[in-house]
């Protein structure tokens, strides 16, 4: 495909594949694989501090998910390619891995290789995949409760480690690596409020407790959730509505809309949208909770946290809680797959509509100047906003930005179906087109 800089892409594939142009423009091979530069361009440096060449945050396994991704949706192979040349590197590097958790480390090393490995039929790849996350449980150490690794119970922490391993029991055929999850979950269900952390998080008071996604309670409680609903065991939901009760709590509710604060007792006032710490990661909760429950309060409690997103203005309109940002972290992205996935659960057009328009946002916002193809230029950290740059990696750049465009390219196409890949913590369905819809392509 051929496109002048700066020229539209028509539809989220075509801003998708122009992405995946850009990403490929960074490859860099050697004889272990191949990787990408995390910022390619001139114009300035990743927005991560430190450098993460393999995560899923920011490096090789989160972009190798994206070309995946791409080939399912274009029947390309040289997008296979790129996957194969990528998982090859991180199966020969992930040893040099010394972070465990499942955005910056290991954890997501496996999830990458046991998807890729899986897709292409390479065994090698699922052998490294099984060998990391073994590794990962020969790392668990005693502490209070039961086993852990980090002591910290959040997604950024323990719970992303959990997730991950629960996905790669399932899909490894590894059940010790369940038994292992659910003993490192049953210490996380005996905090008091699961999920709660003070004072050890970068530019919070000592005091701040955060309730959002990531690293919060709510996300501790998407855990708690995932548990119960594998187990039935009654203690994991007591822990997670102990949390949910929390979010719920400290939230603003006007109307049929709730918002959540970043952090409390501090900025009761700043509520982010996005995924990380936001009402888009927040509402993964409440579904999760929904769908291991039935409990019709619980789905409501999303629609109230997708209608704080709506009616916040967002995506055109600027607030200190969603800035210029795009990415999948805190950005338009995140809020996209929010309301894919709610969408493909509901069938209700106004989730679909809105999410059509956040796609026709973000191709907006893309820019091409060279002909290389699309990157978001944005400002990662909100209390810098001059540091400005464009990142290829998936929780913070093109990739996550393509993967989200092609999962509403999928909900578009009922007659094709297909499904796409969704990370440990999203609960939506991985085929994003309502049942009702599907039936009816079928009779066509």
């Not at 539209?8 to 594949?17: N, S």
């Not at 709660?196 to 005091?207: A, K």
């Amino acid at each position: 495909m051929t496109r002048l800089p700066g020229e539209r892409a028509e539809t989220p594939l075509t801003a998708a594949i122009l992405a995946g142009r850009w990403i490929r423009s960074a490859a860099v091979d050697d004889d272990r694989g191949r990787h990408w530069t995390a910022n390619p361009d001139a114009k300035g440096r990743s927005a991560l501090t430190a450098a993460e060449p393999g995560s899923l945050y920011a490096g090789s396994a989160g972009i190798v998910l994206f070309f995946l991704e791409l080939a399912a949706a274009t029947g390309h192979e040289a997008y296979l390619e790129d996957a194969r040349e990528g998982a090859r590197r991180l199966a020969a590097t992930w040893r040099e891995q010394s972070d465990l958790s499942l955005y910056h480390g290991l954890t997501g090393t496996v999830v990458a290789l046991a998807e890729v490995g899986w897709a292409l039929g390479d065994e090698r790849l699922e052998s490294e995949a099984r060998a990391a996350a073994q590794h990962i449980a020969r790392a668990a150490r005693p502490l209070g409760g039961g086993p852990g690794w980090t002591g910290d119970p959040a997604q950024r922490g323990d719970g992303g480690i959990v997730l991950g391993l629960l996905r790669a029991a399932t899909a490894l055929g590894a059940p010790e690596l369940e038994e292992l999850a659910v003993a490192a979950g049953e210490r996380i269900a005996g905090l008091a409020v699961p999920g709660h952390r003070f004072g050890d998080c970068p530019d919070l008071p000592i005091d701040a407790v955060t309730p959002g996604f990531l690293a919060g309670t709510a996300g501790t409680a998407f855990l708690l959730a995932r548990l119960y609903g594998l187990t039935g065991e009654h203690r994991f939901l007591e822990a997670a509505d102990r949390g949910a009760g929390f979010v719920r709590e400290v939230s603003i509710v006007t109307g049929r809309c709730a918002v959540v604060p970043h952090h409390v007792p501090h900025e009761r006032s700043l509520h982010y949208l996005g995924f990380c710490s936001g009402s888009a990661g927040v509402a993964r909760t409440f579904y999760e909770l929904y769908r291991v429950t039935g409990d019709p309060g619980h789905l409501d409690w999303t629609r109230r946290l997708a209608s704080g997103i709506v009616q916040s203005g967002a995506p055109e309109r600027r607030t200190t809680g969603f800035w210029n940002v795009a990415c999948q972290c805190c950005g338009t992205a995140g809020l996209l797959e929010l309301f894919v996935g709610l969408w493909a659960q509901t069938g209700e057009n106004t989730y679909l509509t809105y999410a059509r328009r956040l796609a026709d946002h973000l191709v907006s916002g893309a820019t091409d100047p060279d002909g290389r193809g699309y990157r978001w230029y944005q400002a990662y950290r909100r209390l810098r906003p001059g540091e400005v740059s464009a990142d290829t990696g998936y929780m913070i750049g093109a990739a996550g930005i393509g993967a989200a465009l092609l999962h509403l390219d999928a909900a578009l196409q009922p007659r094709q179906a297909r499904r796409v890949i969704l990370l440990p913590d999203n609960p939506f369905p991985a085929i994003p087109v309502p049942p009702s819809r599907l039936c009816e392509a079928e009779k066509e």
